[in-house]
C-alpha cells in the first residue's frame, strides 16, 4: 500500500499495511471480491439504524483499495448501484488515502472520531472535502488469526457524540459480519439482535 502525506503537516495520512498480500489472498479464499452483496447492504442500513448514522459501509480493504461490499446512504434510503451514487455520497470504492478505514485495519483496534477536525492527523483527510464527513467510527472485521479483513463503519456530515454505547455497538456488529464473512451461523441472541 502507497503512504500518503499531507504536504502541509506531513502527517502520515495513510498508513503502512504489512498484511495487505495475505488480506488479499484470505478474501479470495472466502470468496469475497468486489461486488456488492445485498445481505451486506441490508447490514449496513441495520448498522446504520443502530448506531444513529447517515452512513454505514462494509468496507473490505484488497490490494486495489477500498470496497464497500455493503453500503448504506441517506440520500436514495436504498443501496446505491455499484460505481457512486449521483456523487452525493460515497460510491462503493474508494482510494486507501480517502477516509479512516485504512487505519482501522492497520491498527486492528475500533476507532472513533466524533468531530474529526478535532485530531490534526485526521482533519485533512479528503473525505472531509470530498463528502463533508465530520464524524466516523468503525471497527475491524477480523478473521481466526486476528487478520483484519475489513471494517464495519458510519461516517456523518456533522459531529456526533457515539459515547461507549455506539462503541460497544460499533465492535459488536464487526464481530457479527466476520462471522457472516467466515459462513457461520450467527449465534442466538446475538450481541446486535436488540438494536
Known amino acids: 500500500m ?3 502525506y499531507d504536504p502541509v503537516t506531513h502527517l502520515l495520512l495513510t498508513p503502512e499495511d504489512a498484511d495487505a498480500p495475505r488480506r488479499v489472498e484470505r478474501l479470495r479464499e472466502l470468496g469475497v471480491g468486489r461486488e456488492p452483496r445485498p445481505e451486506f447492504d441490508a447490514f449496513a442500513r441495520r448498522l446504520a439504524a443502530a448506531c444513529g448514522a447517515p452512513f454505514a459501509m462494509v468496507n473490505l ?7 464497500f461490499a455493503g453500503l448504506y446512504t441517506p440520500e436514495t434510503d436504498r443501496p446505491p448501484t455499484p460505481g457512486n451514487d449521483g456523487g452525493t455520497g460515497p460510491g462503493r470504492v474508494m482510494d486507501l488515502d480517502h477516509g479512516y478505514c485504512p487505519h482501522v485495519v492497520v491498527r486492528r483496534r475500533a476507532l472513533v472520531l466524533e468531530d474529526v477536525r478535532d485530531y490534526s492527523r ?25 487478520m483484519a479483513l475489513g471494517t464495519v463503519c458510519v461516517m456523518a456530515r ?11 455497538t460499533i465492535k459488536a456488529m464487526a464481530a457479527e459480519m466476520a462471522v457472516t464473512l467466515r459462513g457461520e451461523p450467527r449465534p442466538a441472541g446475538s450481541a446486535t439482535a436488540g438494536h
Open 61 to 67: 480493504i484488497d490490494g486495489r483499495g477500498q470496497y
Open 2 to 4: 502507497p503512504m500518503s
Open 122 to 146: 485526521f482533519a485533512g483527510n479528503p473525505v472531509v472535502d470530498a463528502l463533508g464527513i465530520r464524524a466516523y467510527m468503525g471497527a475491524p472485521i477480523t478473521d481466526h488469526s486476528g
Open 158 to 168: 456533522e459531529p456526533m457524540s457515539w459515547g461507549r454505547r455506539g462503541l460497544e
